[in-house]
C-alpha cells in the first residue's frame, strides 16, 4: 500500500483567498510588475510620466473597484437559508478562494471552493428551534468539490466535523440548511454516499453555529473523514483531512500564527495552545537500520496551554506550565520488508536519568504500512513540566525497532539515536 500523506491546509493559501468581513473598508495594495522604458529628452519623458502616472492610477482604480466588488459585493453564497429561517441575512465573512484541497490519495480530492458565514436574526418562531431556541445565530456554508479520477466508485457520506477553538463543544452540521438541489450527490448511482469513477461532484454543506460559539471560534478545525472505495467501509481511502478555518479576520491573524507549527493533535485536534520558544527545522539527519534510511527533520519546542475541552488529558503533569517537544521525522523503506507506521518506536533518553516514551494520544493518527519503496513522514511528541525540563542538558530521540502489523520486531531489533538541539 502506497503511504498517502495528509495534505494539511497550506495555510499560506488561505490568506491570499478572497475574504470579507462587516466594515471592511481600508484600502487593498495593488501588485504588478514595473516595466523599464528607453532612454528620452526630458521634456517627452516628464509629459510621458505624467502620463502612465495617470493610467497607473485608474488601472489601479480599476483592480481595486474589481476586489471589492469579489469581496465587498454582499452576495448570498446559500440563498435557502432567507427561506427556511424567514430571517434577516447579512454577511459576516465570505473566503471566495480558500485554495484549500485535501488529496485522499493521487486520484481522489476534496477542495473548498468557497465558504461564508451570515448572521441570522428577526428569524420566524419555527426556525428558533434549529438555533437552540435563540433570537440569532450564524450559519457556515461551505461549497465544496470531491474529485475522482480513480477507476472505482467512491464512498462519501457527508463526514463533516468541527469544534470550537476551546474544543469544549461541538458546532453541529445542519445540511437541512441547504436545498436539496445544492447538496453534493451523483444521481447516476444508486447509494446516496455513492459518487461514480472519473468525474468530479460540487455542492454546500452548512454548519449552525449559535452567538456563543462564534465569539470563541476565530480558527476552528474542519475535520472531513476518510473515503473508502465502493460500500465497503474497511477499503479506506487516505486519512481524514485537518483544515484550520478562519471564521473572521481575527481568526487568520490567528492563522499565520500557528501556520509554522509541525501539525501533532495539538494543533489539528485543538488539545493546546501552543507557542514556540526555540526550533530548529533544518536538521535533516540521516541514519541507517539495515536498508531503512530514517531522517531527523527537525524539532520545536513549544510552551502549551491545554484547551479547556482537554485539561483533564494532562492532569498527571501537575497544574504548572507544560513545554512540549515535536519532533519531526522521515523514514524511507529500501529495504524489502514492509513495517507498520504505528509500531515504530519513539523514545526520548533524557541525560542518564532515564527514558521517556512519546505522547501517542498527541500523534497524527497512523494505521498503514510503510510498504518496501514508500516513504513515511511522522512526527512524535513528548511532554515536560517547565520545572523539571530546565534541569536536563541532554535529550537523545531513539527510533526504532521497527515492527510489523503484529508488533513483531523487525531487523533485529535495531534503532538509531540521535542528538537533539536545546537552547542554550
Not at 495594495?29 to 514595473?34: F, Y
Not at 521497527?402 to 531487523?411: G, I, T, V
Request: glycine share 6%; with cysteine.
Amino acid at each position: 500500500m502506497k503511504k498517502l500523506l495528509i495534505v494539511t491546509t497550506v495555510l499560506a493559501l488561505i490568506f491570499l483567498g478572497a475574504c470579507s468581513s462587516k466594515d471592511k473598508e481600508e484600502t487593498k495594495p495593488t501588485s504588478g510588475k514595473e516595466t523599464a522604458g528607453q532612454t528620452e529628452t526630458n521634456e517627452s519623458k516628464d509629459v510621458k510620466k505624467e502620463d502612465e502616472s495617470e493610467e497607473a492610477t485608474k488601472d489601479e482604480e480599476v483592480v481595486e473597484d474589481d476586489e471589492e466588488k469579489t469581496e465587498n459585493d454582499g452576495e448570498i453564497l446559500n440563498p435557502y437559508i432567507e427561506e427556511y429561517t424567514g430571517g434577516d441575512v447579512e454577511v459576516v465573512f465570505t473566503n471566495q478562494n480558500p485554495g484549500l484541497t485535501h488529496a485522499f490519495s493521487d486520484k481522489v480530492s476534496m477542495a473548498i471552493d468557497e465558504y461564508q458565514i451570515v448572521h441570522v436574526s428577526n428569524m420566524n418562531e419555527s426556525a428558533k428551534g434549529s438555533f437552540n431556541d435563540e433570537e440569532e445565530g450564524y450559519i457556515l456554508t461551505l461549497k465544496l468539490t470531491l474529485d475522482n479520477q480513480s477507476e472505482d466508485e467512491i464512498s462519501y457520506a457527508g463526514g463533516l466535523s468541527m469544534q470550537t477553538d476551546d474544543a469544549t463543544e461541538h458546532i453541529i452540521k445542519r445540511t437541512t440548511l441547504v436545498d436539496r438541489d445544492q447538496w453534493m450527490k451523483d444521481e447516476s448511482t444508486e447509494s446516496a454516499s455513492l459518487y461514480s469513477a472519473g468525474k468530479s461532484f460540487t455542492g454546500l454543506d452548512a454548519f449552525l453555529i449559535t452567538k456563543d460559539q462564534f465569539e470563541k471560534s476565530k480558527l476552528p478545525i474542519l475535520k472531513i473523514d476518510a473515503l473508502w472505495r465502493g460500500e465497503d467501509v474497511s477499503d479506506r481511502i487516505g486519512e481524514e483531512a485537518v483544515i484550520p478555518l478562519p471564521l473572521s479576520d481575527e481568526g487568520k491573524d490567528k492563522a499565520k500564527e500557528t501556520a509554522n507549527l509541525y501539525q501533532d493533535k495539538m494543533v489539528t485536534d485543538t488539545i493546546a495552545e501552543k507557542e514556540i520558544f526555540f526550533a530548529k527545522e533544518d536538521i535533516n539527519e540521516t541514519k541507517e537500520i539495515d536498508k531503512v534510511k530514517v531522517t531527523l527533520n527537525g524539532v520545536q519546542y513549544a510552551n502549551i496551554t491545554p484547551t479547556d475541552g482537554h485539561k483533564e488529558r494532562f492532569k498527571n503533569f501537575g497544574d504548572g506550565p507544560l513545554i512540549a517537544l515535536t519532533a519531526k521525522f522521515t523514514v524511507e523503506n529500501n529495504s524489502d520488508q514492509a513495517f507498520s507506521q504505528s509500531f515504530i518506536d519513539r523514545k526520548l533518553h533524557v541525560d542518564d536519568r532515564g527514558t521517556m516514551m512519546s505522547q501517542g494520544m498527541l500523534e497524527p493518527t497512523v494505521r498503514d504500512m510503510v510498504e518496501p519503496g514508500d516513504t513515511f513522514e511522522g512526527l512524535a511528541v513528548f511532554l515536560f513540566r517547565e520545572d523539571e525540563f530546565g534541569i536536563f542538558k541532554e535529550l537523545k530521540l531513539q527510533m526504532g525497532p521497527l515492527s510489523d502489523e503484529n508488533a513483531k520486531r523487525l531487523f533485529k531489533e535495531k534503532s538509531v539515536q540521535f542528538d537533539l538541539p536545546m537552547k542554550k
